[in-house]
């Protein structure tokens, strides 16, 4: 059988693409020696897959095409992102919308597509042994790990119940982690069976200690993959080439065949979100093209819970900046005692900062990042990646002035312009259009920061 017969398993493909993306050094050996660097890696892939790509560096090799043709669909695709039909809370489903269309305009495509993943992230412990220096959210030192004892299982049970009772089924769209690592709780599995008790799913985990214990994850994925049938829930940080070796040598390439490897190693041609740590390493920064200056890695939109703190954080993902420097808004922070009390706690932001309709009582104003250009006949609002165009009516072009001073409720706009359009409706639709598409300042925005 000659190499363009043979096709690889995914699971070698997979690992080959592994090293590639994490060891500088691979591709030239490859150049090299085809063959013998494929042996020397116990990798089963045919050269013709990959050499009509070999002189092109690797963040240019079209790795859409070559996973399409190793497993006849695209990998980035089969990750899931949040099911609006499961949101039952109509409050919250109108914001996470609005939420949407925002990070829509503020971030490049692919990555704006990925940053609606979970509607709440649960940290099992305070802190993080990992220690990476590119920590996007700059964990402490592990502090506290939240065991799960019969007070704890009380609350945590608690809590998930709350949360599907308030929010729907789509509140099993979580983590069980955030600035923390799940595998540094010795019960996150006991965790996760209720997780799945109650939403039917497994919380995504991704954890730097993957190859620690290897039976450990290995029982890991074994329970996620056999009750959920959707393997690409777990997954390993890799944060050096040593750490990658390890991995591959303590687990076949089978083993990992639905084990996501996040390569986070400094050599790895991945990207660092220019947020948390990295915005605090001075002299050996790694160069610019390493770092994604408005990428994120916050992909939740809705509740960040440190269960030992008893904390809730609203939030979603915002390019970073001095003001947002971990990459998402913090719209609110409060704390609990119980789980009626997160109950209570979770209607009350929801009420506090969550309107279906635009609100009436409020000041409406356009948002601060976008670029508002007035027409003869009314006005453009531009992002990056984005361009919103409201045209057709002379009043427009005033109603968009009005609204970049940010002096009026809509009370106010309706009486300024009531002599001037024959239809009384006109305006208040207008703003609610501009609401809905998320362009107007929400109610809370900026209350807080990063810090609280
Ligand atoms: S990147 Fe992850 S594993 Fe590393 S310190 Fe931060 S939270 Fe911990």
């Given at each position: 059988m000659t190499d363009m017969e043979s096709s690889p398993s995914f699971a070698h493909y997979k690992r080959f693409k592994e090293i590639l993306v994490a060891d500088p050094g691979f591709l030239p050996d490859l150049r090299q020696d085809p063959k013998g660097t494929l042996a020397a890696h116990f990798l089963s892939v045919p050269v013709a897959l990959f050499a009509p790509h070999l002189s092109l560096p690797v963040r240019s090799w079209p790795f859409a095409d070559i996973d399409r043709r190793v497993m006849g669909t695209d990998w980035r695709h089969e990750i899931p992102g949040v099911d609006e039909s499961a949101i039952i809370n109509p409050r919250f489903k109108a914001w996470f919308r609005r939420q949407q269309e925002r990070i829509r305009g503020q971030f490049v495509k692919p990555h704006a597509d990925l940053l609606n993943q979970v509607l709440f992230a649960f940290e099992l412990s305070v802190g993080c042994s990992g220690g990476c220096d590119f920590c996007t959210f700059s964990a402490p030192s592990l502090e506290e790990v939240f065991r799960y004892t019969e007070k704890n299982q009380h609350l945590w049970r608690g809590i998930l119940i709350a949360a599907r009772e308030v929010i729907g089924p789509a509140a099993g769209f979580c983590t069980g982690y955030w600035a923390t690592d799940p595998f540094d709780n010795p019960d996150y599995e006991k965790f996760c069976r209720d997780a799945h008790a109650c939403f039917g799913r497994f919380p995504k985990t991704t954890t730097i200690k993957g190859q620690v214990s290897p039976p450990r994850s290995l029982e890991f994925q074994k329970m996620v993959s056999?009750?959920?049938?959707?393997?690409?829930?777990?997954?390993?940080?890799v944060t050096s080439l040593d750490m990658l070796d390890r991995i591959h040598s303590r687990f076949s390439p089978e083993e990992l065949e639905f084990i996501g490897l996040a390569l986070n190693n400094p050599e790895a041609s991945t990207r660092y979100s220019?947020?948390?740590?990295?915005?605090?390493?001075?002299?050996?920064?790694?160069?610019?093209?390493?770092?994604?200056?408005?990428?994120?890695?916050?992909?939740?939109?809705?509740?960040?819970?440190?269960?030992?703190?008893?904390?809730?954080?609203?939030?979603?993902?915002?390019?970073?900046s001095e003001a947002w420097p971990f990459g998402y808004l913090v719209f609110d922070s409060v704390r609990f005692s119980d789980p009626p009390d997160f109950a209570r706690r979770l209607e009350w932001l929801i009420a506090e900062h969550m309107t279906v309709d635009r609100p009436s009582e409020q000041i409406l104003r356009i948002r601060s990042d976008l670029e508002l250009t007035l027409l003869e006949d009314g006005f453009e609002l531009k992002t990056p990646h984005l361009k919103h165009t409201?045209?057709?009516?002379?009043?427009?072009?005033?109603?968009g002035r009005s609204l970049a001073t940010g002096s009026h409720r809509i009370a106010d706009l309706e009486e300024k312009f009531i002599l001037y359009t024959a239809s009384p409706d006109f305006i208040s639709d207008t703003v609610r259009r501009l609401f809905e598409a998320g362009l107007l300042v929400e109610p809370g925005n900026g209350a807080t920061s990063n810090d609280d």
């Open positions: 056999e009750k959920q049938g959707i393997p690409t829930f777990f997954g390993f940080s220019n947020t948390g740590r990295i915005r605090e390493l001075t002299g050996e920064k790694p160069g610019e093209e390493k770092i994604y200056l408005e990428g994120t890695s916050a992909c939740l939109t809705g509740f960040l819970l440190n269960l030992p703190r008893r904390t809730i954080r609203l939030i979603s993902p915002c390019p970073p409201f045209t057709g009516d002379p009043l427009l072009r005033e109603l």
